[in-house]
């Protein structure tokens, strides 16, 4: 069972996003003090996937982009661990683990059912993603980064990422999803760190036999909420005109 809060702890808005870009979406500067603050870094796909989240929840935020060599001390002092993404919502609370910033955007608002996958349980979800942000996160950063990692060998580490890959593509042999014939929270919560793992080695990535991992991943690329949550911002410094991540 997940141990993650399913409790609403605000309003959010009601209406349907569907996850399309548009003139419309383009974030605005206004300030509004009911609003909750998100401190993000665009290329992070753990942050990146606390703003789809928000996009798909219809959860307007006020963003701030963060440089991570150059963290503010606001962010700093909200989240001691200091890593993104960091929500704080109107009443001071802070939400720092960008899979419980997804939960509870979707409890407050889940007009695409992100959390009631058409296959399985939300729980079945929890285990899968769990199973991404654990085994492969390891593999993963072992691989891309391994001169950071004493002793890593990459090719060893690439092996057994490819592993779990395979187990993904046989998931997605079966459905279009992950859980089903529409995407669900599994699907955008793990879809950035398979990115970054065909981004290291896209000619290799292409490659492999994994036909329906590729097609899900590019996909995910072309959706409207990859797209959005991908918009480019100046990094934030205290006394900003406040830049509004709009849902729509």
Known sequence: MSEIDLTPQTKASNSANTGSSSNDDAPTNAADPSRPVLYSFRRCPYAMRARMALLAADIDVELREVVLR??????????PKATVPVLIQPDGSVIDESLEIMVWALVENDPLEWLTPESGTLDDMLVLIAQNDGPFKHHLDRFKYHTRYEDADPAEHRRDAE???????????????????RPALADFAIAPF???????????????????????????????????????????????????????
């Open 70 to 79: 150059d963290k503010p001390q606001s962010m700093i002092t909200a989240s």
């Open 163 to 181: 592993k779990i890959l395979n187990r993904l593509d046989g998931r997605l042999a079966v459905g279009k999803y992950l859980f089903g014939s």
């Open 194 to 248: 398979i990115r970054q793992f065909a981004n290291a080695d896209r000619e290799a990535f292409d490659a492999m036999p994994f036909v329906h991992l590729q097609r899900w991943l590019e996909d995910f690329l072309a959706s409207g909420f990859f797209e959005r949550a991908m918009t480019k911002y100046d990094q934030w410094h205290e006394g900003d005109a406040p830049i509004i991540f709009k849902a729509a």
